[in-house]
């Protein structure tokens, strides 16, 4: 799951000032043979990717395209433009028909699916530098112990806080619930917190919160599902808990946080020009999001791929180095919508609030690289944890048998 973030006209600036940079794909790394003949050679690549979210992302790709071609004389960078709604369907029927392009950008969630399935190629070994990316976005590469793609952009969610209500973010989980039941306490028509639902976006985000109690959903290399252990179930308690201070009668009311009936709630850097925007009066604050043993995170964002049937791999593979490289990087993770996931790379200037989303994507962690995970988010771990808070099962009960359906799909015993 990523979502784009809106923060005006930076991308626009930062074309103009990518006009300056030169060739060099400041990737840490190269591939042996992915260099471009100097005698007229010609060589053509297709990449496939969302449609630009602004024109002024459009520029920033189209400038770094140029400068990717100035660098290798006799290269053809061709870039194929999908809506996003559209991009999975259409990637989907080319493959099956034999006419994929040689790279593109993948959602995070489906890499593992892609990589078990051999519609799509190994990292070769020395193209980059993996100590010089974010843990969290590189292994949402990962399916089987190898790298199968690389990360272009990333985000997660923070913890948003009215500082008229709540005026120091907490830290922990103890204390979290002190401060919601502080608010609820002080006017009963104020919730503490705007707790997640159980949706796909609430599943998307409980493994952060589970991560943060020591845990994981799951052990994918040995084939355990590990939702049904206590640290799992004490972060959906943790949720359960929260709503007594929190009651859905009110943070169910329309933009709970934005209106002041909600003290705090979880969301991404996507909301955060919004706000200011349509409640400018709001004097809110984002921190990391509050833990129980350890600081964890979810992670959402863009990968990219090369796949098995292109017929120049080794410039595949360059090209995609260059886009995440650390001179690139923070251009086209700003264009996609996300924050750069190479730990040089330049982070277009934001608010303060963006302090606290890049300390939480230090921590993120990845998504299991489990092919029929989404199906997992989406179908079995959401309606457990509103079957929890909505006190039609205990916490323990409702994980208990969505870790039983788990393991029924995927075919696991343990």
């Not at 103009?16 to 060739?23: D, E, N, Q, S, V």
């Not at 042996?32 to 003949?37: H, I, L």
Request: charged share 20%; glycine share 12%.
């Amino acid at each position: 799951m990523s979502r784009g973030l809106a923060r005006g006209t930076a991308v626009a600036l930062l074309a103009t000032a990518l006009a300056a940079c030169g060739g060099g794909d400041g990737s840490g790394g190269g591939t042996s043979g992915s260099g471009t003949g100097t005698g007229g050679e010609s060589r053509e690549l297709t990449f496939w990717m969302y449609q630009d979210r602004t024109p002024q992302a459009g520029q920033v790709i189209e400038r770094i395209r140029r400068d990717f071609e100035r660098a290798n004389p006799g290269v053809t960078v061709k870039l194929v433009k999908i809506p996003k709604d559209d991009y999975n369907t259409k990637l989907g029927s080319a493959l099956a028909g034999g006419s994929a392009p040689d790279a593109g950008i993948l959602d995070q969630p489906l890499v593992s699916k892609y990589a078990l399935d051999g519609t799509i190629e190994e990292v070769p070994a020395g193209l980059i530098d993996e100590a010089g990316y974010y843990r969290g976005a590189l292994d949402t590469n990962r399916a089987g112990g190898k790298l199968y793609g690389l990360p272009q952009d990333q985000t997660t969610v923070a913890l948003f806080y009215n500082r008229r209500l709540v005026p120091a973010p907490p830290k922990t989980w103890d204390e979290l619930k002190q401060a919601a039941a502080r608010v609820h306490a002080a006017d009963p028509d104020v919730a503490g917190m705007n707790v997640p639902k159980g949706d796909g976006y609430g599943a998307w985000m409980f493994p952060g919160v589970v991560h943060g109690a020591g845990g994981a959903m799951v052990d994918d290399a040995a084939k355990k599902v590990l939702f049904d252990q206590p640290p799992a179930v004490e972060a959906l308690q943790l949720w359960v808990d929260l709503q007594k201070s929190s009651p859905r009668a009110i943070t169910d009311s329309d933009k709970p946080f934005e209106n002041g009936r909600a003290a705090m709630t979880i969301s991404g850097p996507w909301d955060v020009p919004t706000i200011k925007e349509q409640f400018p009066d709001l004097d809110f604050g984002v921190a990391p999001l509050p833990y129980k043993t350890e600081p964890a995170g979810n992670i959402g964002g863009e990968n990219s791929v090369v796949f098995s049937t292109s017929d120049d791999p080794d410039l595949a593979w360059k090209w995609l180095a260059f886009l995440a490289g650390p001179d690139h990087n923070g251009a086209v993770a700003d264009a996609l919508g996300g924050f750069p996931v190479h730990l040089k790379a330049r982070v277009v200037a934001g608010g303060p609030e963006q302090a606290a989303f890049l300390e939480q994507l230090k921590v993120a962690r990845a998504r299991p690289a489990v092919p029929q995970w989404i199906q997992v988010n989406d179908e079995i771990i959401a309606p457990a944890i509103e079957s929890a808070l909505t006190g039609r099962a205990t916490a323990r009960q409702a994980l208990a048998d969505a870790a039983a359906r788990t393991r029924s799909l995927l075919g696991w015993t343990g």
